[in-house]
């Protein structure tokens, strides 16, 4: 029955991440019946993982911050960031719709945002940079609501949990590591253990959420009270085509395939391609030594199903993806531990950065994504970060945490690389050591004057919002000089992919010809990013996938039919 049905459906959606679920909702709040297919066991794909934050600028909430945003404002930054790569179309249909949709959703759904007072758009020296309000985070979430579905949420990354799963945010940190120092921090810590052992009674870890994963359960929580129909172990195998128009979807899963019509169209969400080494070899420099942080199932499954519909990709972004410094821990079985370096270290005063000719090469306290492509310029691939002991024991690096009583399981492991001195240190991460020692002792005498004249560490205002306040006069320097002297080797990666199907202001997904392929959708990691794989600020991944989710459910809810009224599953 080449031509039939198993079952029909008026929008078929692939993947469970923000956009996806954004689509999926909001069509379902429009009256349709609605699939969603993912092809992992979990419910969240990357968004689960992620730091949650959403960059929406204008949203509701940047007012009550008391940040006064406008959308001019807002287009002159991102103007100026994208240059020539910038579609203005996609960006007006963003900036336009993205209050919208956090209105809505706070409106009909589960969704809870609360709003950053203060996070500087990462390249502030920019016209239209804001200090702060653009970047809203989820609200906390309790598990415990989700009943037996807070099984099927994607559980966070285990770096960024302690204790064996009790989720913790900066001030958690901050809480936990200073627990004797005052009574606040105390009775903070107190709060989190109490919880977490009452979760852990009834979950194998707790079920405080936070960022991505408060997200992801929120999202979990709206699309089950809007009527989604979520199938997980389900991935899509082919689109169906009838007449010119995508009708459907054959959907692969543990009971064979199944062939699911759809008469309103099919949205791709299926969360880009970085576990794909074919796409990554051909797209990504230093592919062999590349580590990704998105979940093992994101193979380029929507992509590669929106290319054979006829679809294109843009081949002009910055870059393929919104990369992340990694580091790797490497356990007796031969797996990995993989640890993103996003904000927690390389601001700090204390810190610097080296290449193979243990020369620094970039402003450490950058962004994440920027400090890859600094990487990526320099040749500086592998990079170490390098500090002394005064620092690791107050803020921590990579996989070793703050206050940690000895570092010595993470030295024999072979993360950190450990010396009694610099020249020892030198010798075991293989550079020169009178270079090392140059850089350390040029970085001890910028904290003392405040100034970094060689790269600018602590110059904007991005930088000193991720450093430490209480470092005077510049909040991200601090000395190098304390034995012992601690490394650990960071590698290009990435939290996610850029480069995507070529879409339209509606989310609709363009043939080669330039015109919609009737149909068919793509959003998240399979839409083209809207930054052309530059990185402007915090959020700038979760807020088009959950705006453009938002736009391609509004218009499938206007799409006319593709399927006669007639055709029933079977026939």
Not at 501 to 520: K, S
């Amino acid at each position: 029955m080449s031509e039939g049905f198993d079952e029909i459906c008026d929008v078929v959606v692939v993947g469970s991440g923000a956009g996806g679920m954004s689509a999926a909702i909001t069509a379902a709040k429009a009256g349709l019946k609605v699939v969603l297919i993912e092809k992992s066991e979990f419910i969240g794909g990357s968004t689960a993982v992620s730091g949650g934050a959403m960059w929406v600028p204008e949203n509701p909430h940047a007012a009550k911050a008391g940040h006064a945003d406008t959308r001019e404002a807002a287009m002159s930054y991102v103007s100026a960031v994208l240059g020539n790569r910038l579609r203005p179309d996609l960006m007006r249909a963003f900036l336009d719709n993205g209050p919208e949709m956090v209105r809505f959703f706070e409106r009909e759904t589960a969704l809870k945002f609360e709003a950053r007072a203060y996070s500087p758009d990462y390249q502030p020296e920019q016209p239209g940079a804001a200090k702060g309000g653009r970047t809203i985070d989820p609200a906390p979430y309790d598990g415990n609501e989700l009943g037996a579905d807070f099984a099927l949420l994607r559980q966070p990354l285990k770096e960024f949990t302690v204790l064996g799963g009790m989720m913790v945010n900066r001030k958690d940190i901050d809480a936990l590591v200073g627990r004797f120092g005052s009574v606040a921090n105390f009775w903070h810590s107190a709060k989190l253990l109490l919880q977490y052992g009452r979760d852990r009674l009834r979950h194998p870890r707790g079920a405080r959420l936070l960022m991505g994963n408060a997200l992801a359960g929120r999202l979990l929580k709206s699309a089950r009270q809007a009527g989604v129909d979520l199938r997980v172990n389900t991935g899509a195998d082919t689109l169906i085509n009838r007449d010119g128009a995508v009708v459907g979807v054959v959907a692969k899963s543990t009971q064979g395939l199944g062939r699911i019509g759809s008469r309103r169209g099919v949205v791709l969400a299926a969360g880009g391609f970085p576990a794909n080494a074919e796409m990554r070899r051909e797209l990504m420099p230093h592919a062999d030594t590349h580590r990704s942080m998105a979940p093992a199932s994101d193979t380029g499954d929507g992509i590669r199903l929106g290319l054979a519909a006829g679809g294109a990709l843009r081949d002009d972004n910055i870059g393929a993806a919104f990369w992340t410094p990694v580091s790797v821990l490497k356990k007796s079985d031969g797996s990995e531990v993989k640890f993103p370096h996003l904000i927690l270290d390389r601001a700090k005063p204390g810190l610097i950065a080296v290449d193979s000719q243990g020369r620094r090469f970039v402003n450490e306290a950058t962004s994440y994504h920027g400090f890859v492509e600094a990487m990526h310029a320099a040749g500086a691939v592998p990079a170490y970060l390098v500090c002394d002991s005064v620092f690791l024991r107050k803020y921590g690096l990579g996989l070793v945490y703050p206050g940690m009583r000895s570092p010595a399981a993470f030295v024999e492991a072979g993360y950190l690389y450990q010396g009694a001195t610099l020249a020892e240190l030198a010798a075991k991460i293989g550079v020169p050591a009178a270079a090392l020692a140059a850089e350390a002792s040029a970085m001890t005498a910028a904290a003392e004057s405040g100034n970094d004249p060689a790269f600018g560490k602590g110059s904007s205002e991005y930088n000193r919002y991720l450093g430490d306040a209480a470092r005077k006069p510049n909040p991200c320097l601090g000395p190098v000089e304390t034995a012992p002297f601690y490394a650990v080797k960071v590698w290009p990666g990435d939290i996610g992919t850029a480069t995507g199907l070529i879409c339209d202001t509606e989310a609709r997904v363009l043939g080669q010809d330039e015109r919609p392929i009737p149909g068919l959708y793509a959003c998240g990691n399979d839409m083209n990013s809207i930054m052309a794989g530059a990185y402007p600020g915090a959020g700038i991944t979760l807020g088009p996938a959950l705006t453009f989710g938002f736009i391609a459910g509004r218009a499938l809810a206007a799409e006319p039919d593709h399927l006669p009224s007639s055709e029933r599953a079977g026939s």
